[in-house]
């Protein structure tokens, strides 16, 4: 099943195993990226899709440090030479398939990372809980965002649309929209991040306007059939909270249909997660959401993946920290191999220990 090729709008892949995209902060100056993260790509390219680590659209859409942009010209060429490695990656066959996870990073930001050391900006003027790291590494306390004024938000959905058309330059086989884990479309989505009483804010209708407003901007550029949207309708990250998740990622669920999205991607319950109403799984958005569902979070093993996909509410299963220790992580699953263990402290930032040197399975025999 997990071996099984799937048609995921306009793409067919060669299986149902998708790179979950995890920053790395190993971009280089000008959060340009690099050779050394075209070989990472590279190494995982046996995955029937890989989604690119998030990467901000604009130098205020940033909030983390060494995290990669797609808003400059050197930016898209380095972004060029991952997708050119990509697509040439498996010698004779055809390569991988690789789609950049587009990103506003809105209050999960501090001053030494915005243009002109100005506040990070959101929906509402409510800071998340925590710190975050500045520019020299030192970790400061997130501070009141800045909420948007009405009209500066048409702006930031351009911000989107370019980035898009950057991502279309620079190779890419399509984009995701980072719709999860307490970043800016998030912070619109949910009731606890979002106060607003304009447009924006308030009804369903109105928290998922600006999803709908990017996700429209997108398909301009990309077609509906090559872009996908991620969701974590139970995620508490970030200082995220919603008094009623069913009905906004109902709402948004509805909405990418209507929109004929080619995939819809959400993150599962982790136990710690506390959901008003219980946990939001595939079964959920299976009858809103008639094309491709990626589900992601928690799987460690090809039963677990297979017991998901047999129950047809998801159609393709998502790895993260599992495709960070194993690069031919596809071919360990189909043999029941045994699985690296992966190392959190290379997680953020370094260099390729705990990044590229992770063995395969021919390695560990040779
Ligand atoms: C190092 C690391 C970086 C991550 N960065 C991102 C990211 O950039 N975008 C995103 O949507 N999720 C990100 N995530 C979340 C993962 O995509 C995934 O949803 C989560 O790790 C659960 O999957 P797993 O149990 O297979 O690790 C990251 C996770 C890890 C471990």
Redesign the pocket.
Known sequence: MLFDPVKVGAATLPNRIVM?????SRAGAGFVPTDLMAKYYVQRASAGLI?????QISPQGMGYVH?PGIHTKEQVAGWKKVTDAVHKAANGKPGGRIFL?L?HVGRISNRTLQPNNELPVAPSAIAPEGQSMALDYSMVNYEAPRALETHEIAGIVEDYRQAADNAKEAGFDGV?I?G??GYLVDQFLRDGSNQRTDRYGGSVENRGRFLVEVAEAVIGVWGADRVGV?L?PNGAFNSMHDSNPRAIFGHVAKELQRLNLAYL?F??A?PSDDVPGGPIDADFFRPLFKNAIIS?????DKAQAEAALKTGNADLI???????SNPDLPARLQQNAPLNP?D?AT??GGDAKGYTDYPTLEAAVA
């Open positions: 979950a995209p995890m920053t790395r989604v690119t680590e998030a990467t995290t996870q990103w995701e980072h999860a884990n991620r974590s991607h993150v599962r982790m992601a979070g928690g799987f460690t998502a790895f993260a920290s599992l495709f960070i992966a959190r997680f953020y």
